[in-house]
């Protein structure tokens, strides 16, 4: 069984373009998620780039994205080449 991380790292630019989609003002999914549109914004922007599981959760479903849906989460960097 695999345990829960402490927190997601998310990609702000994706959440932004998931809520426009969606038709939600800042504030409105925020209130949806039940977290800050301060927190939110600071997300979109990239000042925050991690969320705590319950948060993550909320935004998720705030969006409309299924609960195995990882279109939040920010991709790993690719190793750097070898010279």
Excluded: W
């Amino acid at each position: 069984m695999e345990a829960t991380p402490t927190t997601f790292q998310v990609n702000g630019a994706v959440i932004r373009k998931l809520r426009m989609k969606a038709g939600l003002s800042t504030a409105e999914a925020a209130k949806r998620a039940r977290i800050s549109a301060r927190y939110l914004n600071h997300l979109e922007n990239g000042y925050r780039t991690r969320m705590r599981p319950g948060s993550y959760t909320r935004l998720r479903t705030a969006l409309g994205l299924p609960a195995d849906s990882d279109q939040l989460l920010a991709l790993a960097e690719d190793p750097p080449e070898e010279r």
